[in-house]
């Protein structure tokens, strides 16, 4: 049986300088302390979102829409490989042509007791292979045009969408990252 390793968590001061690691289980509480994280927009050849539906089960805002994948770069890994290997692990996915969108994002969130307080820079890029999400992280997935995606997202219900989607999705915007009308 393979062993599979502690996932570590890179902790930061708020200078954003790294000051140690935490195993992920002993992270997210009330009282998160600040850490490297990553938000990834994947598109399809077509130029179509994949959009996520957190797991019911997962710590950290269960059962809610969010961007293609989210995750932790560990000690020493740089986000790019970070991505790759989350969007391995949760959607048996490929990466290509990633890109920095909102390199310096950083934001604090609380559900249900959980904080993610996090510095979090946001790429966008392109997804090769097909979806086959693992039932631990990934409840659903759905592509949308990025304008089914926004308007989702500003008319369901507050809890519908994680809190960093909906921000990250509006700054994307407004960068004029992504095509809009």
């Known amino acids: 049986m393979t062993q599979v390793p502690e ?12 000051i140690g690691a935490m195993p992920k289980p002993l992270v997210h509480h009330g009282e998160t302390p600040l850490h490297r994280a990553f938000s990834a927009y994947l598109f399809d050849d077509d130029g179509r979102l994949l959009v996520t539906r957190r797991a019911q089960g997962k710590q950290t805002f269960p059962g809610m829409w969010t961007n293609t994948v989210c995750g932790h770069p560990g000690p020493g890994e740089d986000d790019a ?7 391995a692990f949760e959607l048996g996915l490929q990466v290509d042509g990633l890109r920095p969108a909102l ?25 090769r292979g097909s979806p086959a999400p693992d039932p631990d992280e990934v409840g659903e997935w759905e592509l949308l045009e990025w304008a089914a995606f926004r308007e ?21 915007e407004e960068a004029g990252l992504v095509p809009v009308g």
């Open 7 to 18: 996932e570590l968590i890179v902790l930061l001061d708020d200078e954003g300088t790294a």
């Open 81 to 87: 490989d970070a991505i790759a290997r989350r969007a």
């Open 103 to 127: 390199p310096g994002y950083r934001y604090r969130a609380e559900f249900r007791g959980v904080v993610e307080n996090e510095v979090c820079p946001v790429y966008l890029g392109r997804f």
């Open 152 to 172: 989702r997202q500003e008319t369901e219900d507050g809890e519908a969408w994680s809190p960093w989607c909906r921000e990250q999705a509006r700054l994307i």
